[in-house]
């Protein structure tokens, strides 16, 4: 008998930054997103791809067993909010907004998914941060608890 854990567990993790406030640049948010892949790649994190866009991320990762959803992505917000301000991205302090998105992503779907997050930029021309969250909730039957909302 095995005394390995193994699963597969394919997370599609959304956030935004404080406010939505659309604070990286284009450059800023390239060095973001590369950042993201080496911090994972340092903590044994298999992270297929990511896109930090002015106001949000996306990335896509396989949960490792020895992470829950939130320790995960406490690990990939915080490690990521200190690097952008240790290395002066913005003026001013940068905070991730509190909250995200988890959403489970089954093996057929896996290059669906990693193709609509390269798609980010062009994506974001016509659909807002906003508008794309309320579109995962309801696809996922949750239900929005946005501004104005209880």
Do not use: P
Request: charged share 25%.
């Amino acid at each position: 008998m095995s005394v390995h854990s193994y699963s597969r567990c394919w997370l599609h993790l959304v956030w935004g930054t404080l406010n939505r406030e659309k604070l990286l640049s284009e450059a800023s948010a390239a060095r973001v997103s590369r950042y993201l892949a080496k911090y994972a790649k340092s903590k044994d994190i298999y992270m297929k791809i990511s896109y930090v866009n002015a106001d949000h991320v996306h990335v896509l990762v396989d949960l490792s067993t020895r992470l829950s959803i939130e320790e995960l992505v406490q690990c990939l917000k915080g490690s990521s909010s200190h690097w952008i301000n240790a290395n002066n991205l913005i003026s001013g302090k940068f905070a991730w907004g509190r909250g995200y998105g988890a959403f489970s992503v089954s093996e057929s779907n896996l290059e669906q998914v990693a193709t609509y997050i390269a798609g980010q930029k062009a994506h974001h021309r016509t659909r807002t941060f906003t508008e794309e969250l309320k579109e995962f909730l309801k696809r996922h039957q949750l239900d929005w608890k946005g501004e104005g909302s209880r």
